[in-house]
């Protein structure tokens, strides 16, 4: 039996994930920093991994409702009131997911139908043109650039929109190059949305994770758009908690409701223990959460330096925990670069073009590990690039 002639042709035409095949070569080294992989090096914090042992003692091993715990979806709109002055009500308009990228998926199978574009700026997240690939849509990438920090702008966007686009993709803090977006840029887009009638993604789970005088906006909370926006976070990577695969979407009733009809299909809930952490998460991780988001910064500014000085430009990044060189100097290209680095010098990075054809010339970072292991695998950096 040949398999292949059996399998869906839309799942064929998707290719593999272009971060995992390094760490899958990182994996069978030895002495191997990575700069690869996009999660804190922290433990989650006690207290929240204390709720969890404290529920297990408890007994609480059940299911919970599809939507997720009803303490939890308060507690998550009740914070958005609180920071955003955007208000949901956790009956509702709030679904607790299996990590923000099951989110993702749910959203793009609930509004989208056959043939329906989605735009996506890129660089970006490796999985938002699979999910819209996967639900039956076309996925339309729009390129940005690094003069202007890879921010994407009206303009860009007109380009690419047609009569079938229905969706807007947008991740800020971005994922791979740690931009972030204005209020002024983000109510550029909001005019963009409402001008074509579109549905706005917005992807925010790097929103706790800005830097200086930035301070996240909350796209839901900008005139008239929490009726388009589907709004997707999660617990990752602000509290350290990406091994327990929890998300949320916030949006109108009608979408909630549609996601929850296939997620109850598929996940039927998230698990009731990673629900209990989150709970805790909220209601007294933020000092925890302020405490890492201080070291990121450290690690940040170490890393900007060290590539700055090294002659690989780079803009500054401000927020979440990636940096995005631009390594086109030295002649390779972006795959060269990472391949050569690691073989070579035993430093896990990610070619930009793991992020869309935009990326060439450029790699992707993470400053979520130690001080030692960033400033270490600066100095073999520096000399893979001297020795070119």
Same mark, same amino acid.
């Given at each position: ?11 064929? &035409? ?11 070569? &990182? ?6 920093? !990575? ?7 922290? @433990?989650?914090?006690? !207290? #929240?991994? /204390? ?5 297990? *003692? ?12 009803? %303490? ?22 709030? #679904? ?20 329906? /574009? @989605?735009?996506?700026? %890129? ?16 996925? @339309? ?16 966007? %007109?380009?690419?929109?047609? +009569? ?10 971005? +994922? ?25 993604? !917005? ?12 301070? $996240? @906006? ?11 926006? #589907? ?21 109108? *009733?009608?979408?909630?409701? &549609? ?56 803009? *500054? ?8 060189? +631009? ?7 972006? %795959?060269?670069?990472? *391949? ?13 073009? &793991? ?18 292991? #960033? !400033? ?6 520096? +000399?893979?690039?001297? $020795?070119?």
């Amino acid at each position: 039996m040949i398999w292949q002639d059996y399998l869906s042709n839309t799942v064929q &035409a998707t290719k593999h994930s272009g971060i995992r095949r390094f760490f899958d070569i &990182a994996s069978t080294m030895d002495d191997v920093i !990575s700069l690869g992989i996009g999660e804190p090096d922290f @433990v989650t914090p006690w !207290s #929240i991994r /204390e709720s969890c042992v404290y529920g297990l *003692e408890r007994g609480y091993t059940s299911y919970t409702s599809n939507k997720g715990m009803f %303490e939890l979806r308060h507690a998550i709109t009740h914070m958005y009131e609180k920071k955003f002055n955007v208000k949901y009500n956790p009956e509702t308009d709030a #679904i607790v997911t299996v990590g923000v990228s099951e989110a993702v998926d749910l959203a793009m199978r609930a509004v989208i139908n056959p043939g329906d /574009e @989605v735009l996506i700026p %890129e660089p970006c997240y490796v999985s938002y043109a699979a999910c819209a690939t996967l639900a039956g849509g076309k996925a @339309v990438a729009v390129p940005t650039s690094f003069a202007n920090e890879f921010k994407v702008t009206p303009e860009d966007l %007109e380009k690419y929109v047609t +009569n079938k686009t229905k969706v807007l993709l947008i991740g800020y803090p971005n +994922n791979p190059t740690g931009t972030v977006l204005e209020k002024n840029e983000l109510l550029a887009l909001a005019d963009f949305a409402k001008k074509h009638d579109l549905i706005v993604m !917005s992807d925010e789970i790097y929103g706790d994770l800005t830097y200086g005088d930035k301070e $996240h @906006v909350c796209f839901s909370s900008l005139p008239d758009m929490q009726e388009r926006t #589907i709004l997707l976070n999660g617990f990752s990577k602000a509290y350290a908690m990406t091994g327990w695969r929890l998300g949320y979407a916030l949006a109108p *009733e009608p979408v909630i409701d &549609a996601m929850n009809k296939i997620h109850q299909y598929s996940m039927i809930c998230a698990p009731i223990t990673a629900q209990i952490a989150g709970l805790e998460a909220i209601r007294n991780g933020e000092k925890h959460m302020k405490k890492m988001v201080a070291e990121y910064d450290r690690r940040r500014r170490l890393i900007y330096e060290g590539f700055t000085s090294m002659g690989l430009k780079c803009f *500054e990044p401000k927020g979440a925990f990636y940096i995005f060189p +631009n390594i086109s100097s030295t002649g390779l290209t972006s %795959e060269e670069f990472a *391949e050569q680095l690691l073989m070579r010098q035993h430093v896990a990075v990610i070619p930009g073009t &793991a992020f869309g054809k935009c990326g060439e010339g450029f790699i992707r970072a993470s400053y979520a590990t130690s001080v030692d292991n #960033i !400033s270490a695998a600066l100095a073999r950096i520096k +000399n893979f690039v001297e $020795h070119l």
